[in-house]
Structure formats: structure tokens, C-alpha cells
């Protein structure tokens, strides 16, 4: 236990009890996915791949959604992205990524043959100077590190703000995003990008 553990001791963010950002019980009831849709018609597919008839040239591969959404994933996303922050949250969420991701077998063989960059979904510069932090970044950094992946920061530029997704309807979170990225360089490899969660066709 550091010296800052002794002034500010942790709390689990759902259950308020000291001893860590999530407490052993809570952490129990986060279940990892085994429910994977295509990303485009959201019907089951095999590990979040899109199906073949549902290709389109410019849609996603798939999407690898870790764990399903609960109310302690719900309030572990808003302790990290909201007030008030919790930046170290990042350590507790990018074990459970890393775990899910071990768990996908699409995931371990695109790896393995591609070596992709992992793109961080980048943010507007007042939620940044808000926040001190992108979370997106933080976990990137993290997943990387473990799997021996490179970040790429210079690919996608975010050229609007836009509203919180989780607020929005399904019409209204595309048209939110419309327009939102622009991208400036060619990664030169096959990519991954990384946001906290997937909102119907959208990432945030």
C-alpha cells in the first residue's frame, strides 16, 4: 500500500466499500461477453466478425465487445470518463480487456498475423483539458504494452465535439457522429480502434 492509499484510501465505485476501485463481489458480477453480434445488421455472428452478405467498403471488420454492459461496467465507464475522474481506473479496466481479448479467438489470430495498431479514439480538446486524459489513450497504451502492439495517435483527428452518445437514440448517434474524424495518414497496417464501448453501430 502506497503512502497516497493511506491519505486517500480506495473504494470500490459501486459498492463504496474501501479496499480497491472494485471490490471482489462486485467484480464478480461482471461477466465477460459471449454474445457477439455483427456490428452492421447486429444479429449473432462468430466473435463480433460482420457477416460476409453485410460487408460493405467502408465497414468495420467487427467489434469485440469484452463485457457486457451492467449497471458496475456502467459505473466503472462513468468514474472514468466523468466527474469526478478516476484516471486509475485504467489499470482495473485493462486487466479485464486484456482477459476478455484472450478469450477471442478472432481477436488472438488478427493479432498474430497482422500485428495491427491500435488506434485510440481521440478527443475533443475541452474534454481533454477537462479530463487531463483521454481514456481511450490510457487503455490503448495498456492493451499494447501487453500484447506488443504500437499505438497509432496521428491516424484518426477528431475535427468536431460532439454529445455524449449514451444519451442518444440510434438515428441521433450516427448523425452525432457524422462528420465527427477526419483521417490524416495511412497506418501502413491493418488497425484496431479503441474506445470504451460500442453504442449500436457506433463507437465511443
Known amino acids: 500500500m502506497s503512502f497516497l492509499d493511506l491519505i486517500f484510501p480506495k473504494k470500490c465505485i459501486n459498492c463504496r466499500r474501501f479496499g480497491d476501485f472494485?471490490?471482489?463481489?462486485?467484480?464478480?458480477?461482471?461477466?465477460?461477453?459471449?454474445?457477439?453480434?455483427?456490428?452492421?445488421?447486429?444479429?449473432?455472428?462468430?466473435?463480433?466478425?460482420?457477416?460476409p452478405v453485410c460487408k460493405a467498403r467502408y465497414?468495420?471488420?467487427?467489434?469485440?465487445?469484452?463485457?457486457?454492459?451492467?449497471?458496475?461496467?456502467?459505473?466503472?465507464?462513468?468514474?472514468?470518463?466523468?466527474?469526478?475522474?478516476v484516471s486509475k481506473l485504467k489499470d482495473t479496466i485493462g486487466e479485464?480487456?486484456?482477459?476478455g481479448l484472450l478469450q477471442n479467438e478472432s481477436f488472438y489470430s488478427f493479432i498474430e498475423k497482422y500485428t495491427p495498431a491500435l488506434i485510440p479514439v481521440p478527443l475533443s480538446m475541452k474534454k481533454?483539458?477537462?479530463?487531463?486524459?483521454?481514456?481511450a489513450e490510457l487503455l490503448a497504451s495498456y492493451v499494447a504494452k501487453y500484447f506488443h502492439l504500437v499505438i497509432?495517435?496521428?491516424?484518426?483527428?477528431?475535427?468536431?465535439?460532439?454529445?455524449?452518445?449514451?444519451?442518444?437514440?440510434?438515428?441521433e448517434r450516427f448523425e452525432?457522429?457524422?462528420?465527427?474524424?477526419?483521417?490524416?495518414?495511412?497506418?501502413?497496417?491493418?488497425?484496431?480502434?479503441?474506445?470504451?464501448?460500442?453504442?449500436?453501430?457506433?463507437?465511443n
Not at 472494485?22 to 460482420?50: A, E, H, W
Not at 491516424?155 to 454529445?163: G, P, S
Not at 474524424?181 to 495511412?186: A, P, T, V
Request: charged content about 25%; some cysteine.
Open 22 to 51: 472494485i471490490c471482489s463481489d462486485c467484480f464478480s458480477r461482471i461477466k465477460f461477453n459471449d454474445n457477439f453480434q455483427c456490428p452492421v445488421c447486429f444479429r449473432p455472428s462468430v466473435n463480433g466478425l460482420t457477416h
Open 59 to 85: 465497414s468495420l471488420d467487427g467489434v469485440i465487445s469484452v463485457v457486457a454492459y451492467s449497471p458496475v461496467t456502467k459505473r466503472m465507464i462513468q468514474q472514468f470518463k466523468y466527474k469526478p475522474y
Open 96 to 99: 479485464i480487456m486484456i482477459e
Open 128 to 135: 481533454f483539458r477537462s479530463r487531463g486524459y483521454n481514456h
Open 152 to 171: 497509432s495517435n496521428k491516424l484518426l483527428v477528431r475535427v468536431k465535439d460532439t454529445r455524449p452518445q449514451y444519451k442518444l437514440g440510434k438515428k
Open 176 to 203: 452525432n457522429i457524422r462528420g465527427a474524424f477526419n483521417i490524416r495518414e495511412s497506418a501502413g497496417r491493418r488497425t484496431e480502434i479503441l474506445g470504451n464501448h460500442f453504442c449500436k453501430g457506433t463507437l
